[in-house]
């Protein structure tokens, strides 16, 4: 039995999950984002430390603007010419990437890698 047991536990193993760490202040965002490019397949997005969200996803133009509000990342976003709406936005990182998740922490997430251009 303890056999099986193990080998069950080798053939469904996941894989260890990178740990997030939460971003808890504007001023650790702006450090994380100042100068930096977030990018994803077909997103290039760059967040600056005054307010504003300006790049290209799937090749059509995203804009907005940010601010900290109560512990969490808030936008308001145009991609294409749609307006995606106001939303606040838990913010976690981890060795290169920022991961958001919208609906303060409720929602879906996504996640970018940090690139200095």
């Known amino acids: 039995m303890l056999p099986r047991i ?3 536990s080798i ?8 740990e ?3 971003v808890e202040d ?4 702006r450090a994380l984002v100042a100068g930096k490019t977030l990018t994803r397949p077909l997103v290039r997005l760059e967040v600056t430390t005054d307010g504003e969200i ?3 996803g799937a090749a059509w133009p995203v804009e907005g603007n940010w601010v900290w ?3 969490y990342f808030c936008r308001d976003l145009v991609w294409g010419g749609s307006d995606l709406g ?6 976690r ?3 290169g990437k920022i991961r958001f998740t919208s609906d303060r922490g409720a929602g879906e997430f996504a996640d970018f890698r940090l690139r200095v251009d």
Do not use: H, I, M, W
């Open 6 to 8: 193990f080998l069950c």
């Open 11 to 18: 053939l469904f193993a996941a894989p260890a999950a990178a």
């Open 20 to 22: 997030y760490a939460r």
């Open 26 to 29: 504007a001023q650790s965002f």
């Open 54 to 56: 300006r790049g290209t």
């Open 69 to 71: 509000k109560d512990g």
């Open 86 to 91: 106001y939303n606040c936005q838990e913010v």
């Open 93 to 95: 990182v981890s060795d």
